[in-house]
Structure formats: structure tokens, C-alpha cells
């Protein structure tokens, strides 16, 4: 089968989000080529990540090595803000085919193919060489496909939030959406993820030991394990990045936030589109405007429906079938 060898880094601190919707387009052409994932020191969380999905490693020492690797029968997936145009270049004078992930547009392209998933991408963001081949917008999206397999259409109730933040959570922003999360008195079970790299379990956990009864930690969870929580939860409170995506993708009501710009293009995509409810800065929002808005969608099962109801017409399970049918007319 051909290779598609992938490139990017992160781990639980920084950067986490490109590996993981790498894998997410992993996963989707996975049955149809041999894939391998080129990364620098990864954590063996990382590494036990990948090889889930992925048939190698390669460890990246340094990047010319790493193209002087590939050959005319590679296809190339980068994914990072640090592949400019003059790494994308070499990476072409291999002859091999490229693909970028990309959601910032911030450089020109000679990629072959732009990925973008942000709601509302459109070609326009991008100066690229004729030819090239976009796969913009929701349509899309990279998303694992473990949560595609449960779609809600509707809730009668609300009772249940999940609070997910991923990484490593530097802000400490669980905790300020905990805080304010406890104080709706609507909410019987509160879910809190946190991801291997969270440096503030400590404080976290202390909320956990005032409400036991309320309050459920869950840590390090698999793909699926996330995805079987999003459906058991009504609610969720997350960032604007892939996360929010994934929740979109089961149907949910989202209240979603930012707190880094490389964040808004999904943000503000879903807020237009009507599928989450803004939360607008989670660095600068208060206590008292979190708790407005956990109250005022919980008490509104309308509104939530109606949300959910965009996120189905928005994301209809179809991007694995897009995506593999774009690599499959690039190997032949």
C-alpha cells in the first residue's frame, strides 16, 4: 500500500491539538494505506497515541533528514504553524504529494491539498498555486470516527454538563468554569476531563471533595471513552477548537469559548452557524456571566434542540468518506 507519512508534533502541553486531528485523518485512511508518524520526542503518551492507529514511528532528529526521507511515492501530511512556504517547497522537491492542515492561513501554499475544517473556511483565506485541491469547512471534518457512530437529534432534559478543556489547561480554566458550574442548582452530575498533561488536578480535585456527590472526575480518557460522555451528558462546556467539533458531531448543548486567537476560526465558524452558544473570552468572562449562561441554557430545552438541530445539518458524518476519496485520486 502507498505511505502516508505525517508530520507534526505536540505534546500535553502545547501543540496536542495537530497531532491528534492528524490522527483523526489517520484513522480515516487507515484501511487503505500504510501510515506512519513522523514526530520529535514524543511522551509515551504520545507514543501509545499513535501506535493505536498508526503502523510506525519515526522519530524526527532534524528536519532535513526528515525530507531527505521521502520520495516521489510519499504522500506528506503536515500539520503545524512552523511548515512556512520554504518548508513546504522542500518537502515538494522530493516529488512527493503534499497535504497541509492548516486553520490561519498566515503564509502561502504549494500544497497539492488545504485542509481546513473551520466552519465558514472558504479559498479566499488562502494565496496557493493554481490546482490546488481545498477541503474546507465542515464538510470536512476531522473527526474520529468513534463520534460518529451515536448522533442525538434531540434532549428533554438537562441535567448532566461535561467540562473539557484540554491540554494542559495553563489558566486553570476547569476550575473557573467548575466554580461557577457547582452553583446551578439544575445540574445534578457535573463531568470533568482532564487530559495526562494537567498541571492542576490538586485544585481541582479539592472542588471535588466539597460537592462528591456532584462533581465526577475522569482522566486520561480514550477517544471513544470521551465520546460515550459527550452522550451521556445534555451540556458541555469546551473550547473552540476540535473538541468542540467532536461534540458538535454527537449534538450537544455547547457553550463555547476562547482563550487563545488560533482558536477564534472555529469559535466564531460555530457561533455563526448557530451551534453553540458563546461564551466570548473564557480568560476575561466572570463568574456571574458563566453561571448566566450554564442557567439560561439549561433552562432552555428550545434552545438547545435548536442548536442541535444545526449541528446535524452542519456536520452529516460524511468527511471520512470525503477525505479518503481525496487521498485515494492523490495515490493514483
Known amino acids: 500500500m502507498k505511505k502516508v507519512i505525517f508530520r507534526a508534533d ?12 492528524s490522527l483523526s485523518l489517520a484513522e480515516m485512511l487507515k484501511e487503505h494505506f500504510t501510515l506512519i508518524f513522523a514526530v520529535r520526542t514524543p511522551s509515551n ?6 501506535e493505536r492507529i498508526c503502523d510506525e514511528i519515526m522519530i524526527v532528529k532534524n528536519e532535513e533528514d526528515f525530507i531527505a526521507s521521502l520520495n516521489v511515492s510519499n504522500i506528506v501530511v503536515l500539520d503545524g504553524y512552523y511548515f512556512d512556504t520554504e518548508y513546504q517547497i522542500k518537502v515538494k522537491e522530493t516529488g512527493c504529494k503534499l497535504v497541509c492542515i492548516d486553520d490561519i492561513a498566515e503564509y502561502d501554499f504549494v ?7 473551520g466552519p465558514n473556511a472558504n479559498k479566499n483565506m488562502y494565496h496557493s498555486l493554481p490546482g490546488t485541491k481545498y477541503c474546507l469547512g465542515l464538510e470536512y471534518a476531522l473527526i474520529k470516527k468513534t463520534f460518529l457512530i451515536k448522533k442525538r437529534n434531540k434532549i428533554d432534559k438537562a441535567s448532566e454538563l461535561l467540562i473539557i478543556m484540554g491540554g494542559a489547561d495553563k489558566f486553570n480554566l476547569t476550575l ?14 457535573i463531568y470533568v476531563v482532564l487530559g495526562s498533561g494537567n498541571v492542576n488536578e ?15 472526575i475522569l482522566k486520561n480518557l480514550k477517544p471513544e471513552e470521551i465520546a460515550e460522555t459527550f452522550f451521556k451528558c445534555q451540556l458541555v462546556i469546551c473550547q473552540g477548537s476540535s473538541v468542540a467539533i467532536e461534540a458538535a458531531s454527537i449534538g450537544l448543548g455547547i457553550l463555547c469559548g476562547y ?3 488560533n482558536q477564534l476560526t472555529i469559535y466564531n465558524g460555530l457561533v455563526r452557524n448557530n451551534m453553540v452558544m458563546p461564551l466570548g473570552n473564557l ?7 458563566l453561571l448566566f449562561n450554564i442557567n439560561r441554557l439549561v433552562l432552555d430545552i428550545k434552545q438547545i434542540n435548536f442548536l442541535i438541530n444545526n449541528q446535524n445539518r452542519f456536520i452529516d458524518g ?9 487521498f485515494k485520486k492523490l495515490a493514483a
Open 259 to 261: 482563550y487563545i486567537d
Open 176 to 189: 473557573k468554569v467548575l466554580e461557577a458550574a457547582v452553583r446551578c442548582k439544575y445540574l445534578q452530575k
Open 10 to 21: 505536540g505534546n500535553e502541553e502545547i501543540g496536542l491539538g495537530h497531532v491528534l486531528r
Open 283 to 289: 480568560l476575561d468572562i466572570s463568574n456571574e456571566d
Open 45 to 50: 503518551f504520545l507514543v501509545d497515541t499513535i
Open 318 to 326: 460524511k468527511s471520512p468518506a470525503r477525505l479518503l476519496n481525496v
Open 202 to 216: 490538586e485544585s481541582i480535585s479539592k472542588m471535588c471533595d466539597i460537592h462528591p456527590e456532584q462533581i465526577i
Open 111 to 117: 500544497a497539492d491539498v488545504i485542509i481546513n475544517h
